[in-house]
């Protein structure tokens, strides 16, 4: 059985995390745990060990870059080679992040300028700041970046198209009108999953992996084909991230 993949998912978001991995299993849901520094990433490389099915993302979020010293960023580069995916990492320009731009800008290509960055999938934040997002990414010759609940502006998808990066779609933005035609403006095979739970929402209340059901269904009937069908479609590219991964 092809099992779905949650690319971006803040497990210790939630007041219940063991029960929202019962559930994902439950679901045949894989999840990807983001983190936003160092510090909780090995927290819970060490709270879940090699658990089946979630693998621990190594990052380090834009909005907390002011607090962030040279010292977290060396520990950030020294835990690269033990972490399978990175993320939260990017930047974000808008009103909340706009004071520590320069902070943000730093630690990005930090991060994107050490090699071993390629050899690993991760998945950015690019709010209020897709242009510098791309540009960077687009440089450092990411082989599989994800852009996460992309908001930005429509005639920039091409260009993440072209620099091969990949858009990943949660049950909130099923919602949205301005998603949604982001949605039907992507190649089937560049499109992935995430709930960026539990700070989205989904039937007003905090979204949980197992919800990506629904996501199935929206883009079942988006894209016209089965729902099995889109779940082998989204497990193939799944398969071509890792692959992208083993070939920097």
Same mark, same amino acid.
């Given at each position: ?98 004071? /520590? =731009?320069? #902070? *943000?800008?730093?630690?990005?290509? %930090? !991060? @994107? ?21 791309? /540009? =960077?990414? #687009? *440089?450092?010759?990411?082989?599989? %970046? !994800? @852009? ?33 035609? @982001? ?66």
């Amino acid at each position: 059985m092809n099992r779905l993949l949650d690319t971006h998912c803040h497990l210790t978001g939630y007041k219940d995390p063991a029960e929202v991995l019962r559930e994902a299993a439950d679901a045949s849901v894989d999840i990807v745990a983001v983190t936003e520094d160092p510090g909780e990433y090995r927290l819970m490389r060490s709270r879940l060990g090699r658990r089946l099915g979630v693998h621990t993302a190594l990052g380090m979020h834009p909005l907390r870059a002011h607090g962030f010293t040279s010292a977290d960023l060396a520990r950030f580069l020294r835990m690269l080679p033990d972490a399978p995916w990175i993320g939260e990492i990017g930047l974000d320009y808008s009103p909340a992040g706009r004071s /520590t =731009r320069r #902070a *943000q800008l730093r630690i990005f290509e %930090a !991060i @994107l300028g050490d090699p071993r960055t390629l050899s690993v999938p991760m998945t950015v934040h690019s709010r209020g700041a897709e242009v510098e997002t791309l /540009t =960077r990414l #687009a *440089q450092s010759g990411a082989n599989a %970046a !994800i @852009l996460h609940w992309y908001t930005g502006p429509p005639n920039l998808v091409d260009d993440a198209l072209a620099a091969g990066l990949w858009f990943s779609v949660n049950p909130a933005m099923c919602h949205s009108a301005k998603a949604r035609r @982001l949605i039907d403006a992507l190649p089937v095979d560049r499109v992935l999953l995430e709930t960026d739970g539990p700070f989205a929402r989904y039937r007003g209340r905090p979204a949980r992996p197992a919800d990506l059901s629904a996501v199935i269904a929206h883009l079942a009937a988006r894209w016209d084909l089965a729902p099995e069908d889109v779940v082998r479609q989204l497990h193939a590219n799944r398969l071509q991230l890792l692959e992208r991964c083993e070939d920097p």
